[in-house]
């Protein structure tokens, strides 16, 4: 099935994502360049050459039904099982797990999985340098002072608190 070709009507950028897609299907990357299929369709709509993106999106449409790619990608098996992360009564208060699912380019990558990593809701105050701040931690239902960011501290190690000694 062929990409469709680049009209000397479109916009720069709809060229460019059609160029871009051809590119790539030329390298054996279908599925991104179905991405870029799509890309452009986006880009004719902004550009407000509203037929060709109906064309283009129809022929992503049947691009994606010819190479049998599911309409959604479903989630990647989890590796790492959420029970390595405390129950709530062994965490503080304040403490959440957050869950992050990492991911390469448009599709998931082989390596993806599910990690708990535990989090303390924080106010950020700017210090009186640009690189100085003062981080307080936030107690359930508490409102941030005037003038504070609310943020998540995150520890990077699965299953470890944030806070030091905890």
């Known amino acids: 099935?062929?990409?469709p070709d680049v009209d000397p009507a479109d916009s720069s950028d709809t060229r460019w994502a059609l160029q871009t897609a051809q590119t790539?299907?030329?390298s054996g990357e279908q599925r991104e360049a179905l991405q870029w299929?799509?890309?452009a369709a986006e880009?004719?709509?902004?550009?407000?050459q509203d037929d060709r993106a109906l064309a283009l999106a129809k022929a992503g449409a049947e691009l994606r039904a010819h190479l049998e790619i599911p309409r959604t990608m479903p989630p990647p098996a989890p590796t790492a099982k959420i029970s390595e992360v405390p129950p709530p009564n062994l965490r503080g208060e304040s403490e959440l797990v957050v869950t992050l699912v990492s991911a390469a380019g448009?599709?998931?990558?082989?390596?993806a999985s599910l990690v708990?990593?535990?989090a303390v809701r924080v106010a950020v105050i700017g210090g009186s340098g640009s690189d100085v701040l003062t981080v307080r931690v936030l107690q359930p239902g508490e409102v941030a002072p005037?003038?504070?960011t609310v943020a998540l501290l995150v520890a990077?190690?699965?299953g470890k608190s944030p806070l030091p000694g905890s």
């Open 1 to 3: 099935m062929p990409l």
């Open 24 to 26: 790539l299907w030329g």
């Open 37 to 39: 299929v799509r890309r």
């Open 43 to 48: 880009a004719a709509a902004e550009s407000g």
């Open 106 to 111: 448009e599709s998931p990558s082989p390596d």
């Open 116 to 118: 708990g990593h535990r």
């Open 146 to 148: 005037d003038g504070a």
């Open 156 to 158: 990077l190690a699965s």
